[in-house]
Each structure stands twice: as C-alpha cells, then as structure tokens.
C-alpha cells in the first residue's frame, strides 16, 4: 500500500523539483569534543568589538525591519572598494547571490524552446550555467532549481584553469553561457588563479561572469578590480569563513550598476537580517583584528601541509583555509570514517573528480595537531 502522503503529493509537487537532487551540506554534528574541520569555518571567533556590537543591538529594535538594502553596510564597503554603494548589492550569504545571478540572467530551457532532457542538442547559451570541474558543488543545484542547462568544463590535471588558447581549440567553454561561475581560489581544490588569467578569461567570456571569492581573504591576489572595469562581471564575497560570520549570512557582490539594480529587483525585499548587517558593519569596523587571523591561519595552513606531505599524504598547494590532499594506504572515504572515530571530522566530495581526496578546513594549530596525531595512529593500524 502506498501512503495516503505520497499519493497526494504526486501531482502538486512541479517534477522538476520532485526530480531534484539537493545540495549537500557538510553535517554540523553536536558530538562533544569533535575537532570539526569539515565545513570551512574560522577556528577564530569574531573580534570583541564585534562581538560587543551585535550583543548592544539586540534590544527593542528587534521589532522594527532592517534596511531592506542595507544602505550603511553598502556605504562601507563603497570605501573600502573604492566604488560606489550602487555597485554593491549585499546578500544572506553569498549563496544568495549566486542563486539571483541565475534568476537575472538565465533562462529557464523550457522557456526558449528546448528541453532539458534532450541530451545530444547542445543547450542554447542564453539557458546554460557554466563552471570549471571541480568547483563549488552549489553551481549545478542553482542551475538544476532554475530549469538551466549546465556546461561543466574540466580544469588542466593540475587544477589550473585551461589557457585561453585552450579554451579556443574547443575544451567545450561557451563564450556566450548566459552565466558563468568561477570560484577564485577554487574550492575544493584550494588553488589560486592569477588575476591576469582571470582577467583574459573574462574579456574572452560574452555572458554573465561572477568570480566567487569566499576564501580571497587567504590567497595572494584578488580580482576585485575587474568587477569594477567590465561590465558584465561581478565578484561575490562573504563574511561567512574569513570573517567568522557563518553563522550571520552575509554576503555581497561588487559590479556594474546596471547588474546590481537588476539584481536588487528581484531579491526578498528584507533579504539581510538586521542582526547580520549591523555584524558585518562592525568588522568592517575592525579589519586589523581579521588580519591578524588569516596570518594565523595560513601559517598554519603551511605547517599542516608540511606535517601531511611528510606521513605520505599528497596535499596540494593552498591559497585558501583548507587543504585538498590525497591521503595514503587507504581510500579518502576509509580515512573519513577512520579519522570520524577518532573525533576528527573532515569533508569528503564524492563526485569522480574528487573522490580520491579529502578536503581538510584549517583550525586552531592544536586542532592540526589533533589531526595529525589522529593520522599518524591510523597509519600505524
Ligand atoms: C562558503 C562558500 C560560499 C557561500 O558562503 P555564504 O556563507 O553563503 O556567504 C560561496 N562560495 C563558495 C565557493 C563557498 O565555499
């Protein structure tokens, strides 16, 4: 017998949600004692001043709605850019913007006459999401949740991006997809792209460019500045992992104006909680205190990489805060679940180009230590 439930959910449900396979996101286990390294988040907490900040607005303000385009908060980044407010458009999290993007500027298949599951047509462009293989594992979702095709591009052996030329000689790149993502650095790999490469691959791209720069904070270069000279290009940020505000989503994108205020029209109209701007307002407020922070955290990053490479593990080079390594004598999905009994809780990415790795979030140096001492028990099993 079919549940009565099922039944009726059956014809309600649209089939392309009902179809739809789903982010998945790293767990947030409430284990105690866990050494959590697997979602990307700051082992540092947001500074005092911050801190102080958020605690002193939570009084009968509460009531009243947010600025709905979180004008102060645009005002400071407008300074810290050098750009205008009207070239920020700020979001609940940079997840958020990245789904806008797809509504503004893709078309659904179905709605320029093709259709998804006709697989040896290739997609017209106005209706295709593009990104490098890997990348950030949301791109597809957004694309899948919207009705828009995918053109999913691999990235040279090394991880580095293909070089224009490459991109000619027909590595299957649409100059015109309607929307193109690239995670600079790159998740999960870790690697950096230089900002002259990017700057090529933008000129070169006709659609929609959004470099997705959530972990800029610990690379060497940032692309901001092209956000600012092309039109069609936009950068999205987020307080979420360098400024240890996951917990508060918010994000913003730098660009055109003429590409914010479309986005702006189709946001929520109270899209960023009161809470969450008057946070981010603050650090902005105490960038010092951040600073300090990524300068831990890649030192670490470096010391962990050694420690890893010297037990055997293949850890590639990171621009990020966390490591992309291919560990020894067991597969990456043995040493998930090994390292998850001894506490120690790492991201494992089963996609085909990435199964043969894990990806490690980068701590405290005493939870690198913990790691370590993990790793060197399992290797001696
Ligand atoms: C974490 C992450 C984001 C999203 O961060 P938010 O918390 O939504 O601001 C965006 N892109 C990449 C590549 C990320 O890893």
């Not at 490098?132 to 095709?149: D, N, R």
């Not at 000129?203 to 060497?220: K, M, P, S």
């Not at 902005?284 to 990053?301: G, P, S």
């Not at 089963?350 to 005493?366: H, M, V």
């Amino acid at each position: 017998m079919v549940p009565m439930t099922l039944q009726r959910s059956k014809p309600v449900i649209r089939p392309l949600v009902r179809d739809l396979q789903p982010y998945v996101y790293g767990e947030q286990p409430k284990i105690k004692g866990l050494i959590k390294l697997n979602t990307n988040e700051n082992p540092y907490p947001p500074s005092p001043k911050v801190l102080a900040t958020i605690k002193a607005a939570v009084d009968g303000r509460l009531r009243l709605y947010p600025s709905p385009t979180s004008d102060a908060l645009r005002e400071k980044l407008a300074k810290l850019h050098g750009c205008q407010p009207d070239n920020i458009l700020v979001g609940n999290g940079s997840d958020e913007l990245l789904a806008l993007a797809v509504r503004a500027f893709v078309e659904p298949v179905d709605a320029v006459g093709g259709r998804l599951s006709r697989r040896f047509t290739a997609p017209p462009s106005k209706a295709t999401v593009q990104y490098f293989k890997p990348s950030y594992s949301l791109y597809p979702v957004l694309a899948a949740i919207h009705g828009a095709a995918v053109n999913a591009v691999s990235l040279e052996m090394d991880y580095s991006l293909p070089r224009g030329s490459q991109l000619r000689r027909g590595r299957e790149w649409d100059f015109s997809a309607a929307l193109t993502f690239v995670t600079t650095p790159n998740a999960p790999t870790g690697r950096g792209y230089a900002t002259a490469q990017l700057d090529a691959l933008c000129e070169a791209t006709r659609g929609v460019v959004v470099l997705d720069e959530a972990y800029v904070d610990f690379a060497e270069e940032n692309a901001l500045a092209l956000a600012l000279k092309y039109p069609h290009v936009l950068v999205a940020r987020t307080f979420s992992k360098a400024y240890s505000l996951c917990f508060q989503r918010v994000g913003y994108c730098v660009g055109h104006p003429d590409l914010i205020a479309a986005l702006h029209k189709i946001k929520d109209s109270y899209n960023v909680n009161g809470l969450g701007q008057v946070a981010a307002e603050a650090t902005l407020d105490d960038l010092n205190y951040y600073r300090e922070n990524f300068q831990r955290i890649i030192a670490t990053r470096e010391t962990l990489r050694r420690e890893l490479t010297g037990l055997g593990f293949q850890a590639l080079p990171s621009q990020t805060n966390f490591l992309f390594v291919r560990p020894p004598k067991f597969t990456a999905e043995e040493w998930l679940l090994k390292l998850r009994e001894r506490k120690v809780l790492v991201r494992w990415l089963g996609a085909p180009e990435t199964r043969e790795f894990l990806r490690i979030s980068i701590g405290t140096d005493a939870d690198a230590e913990a790691l370590l001492k993990a790793a060197r028990a399992i290797l001696r099993q």
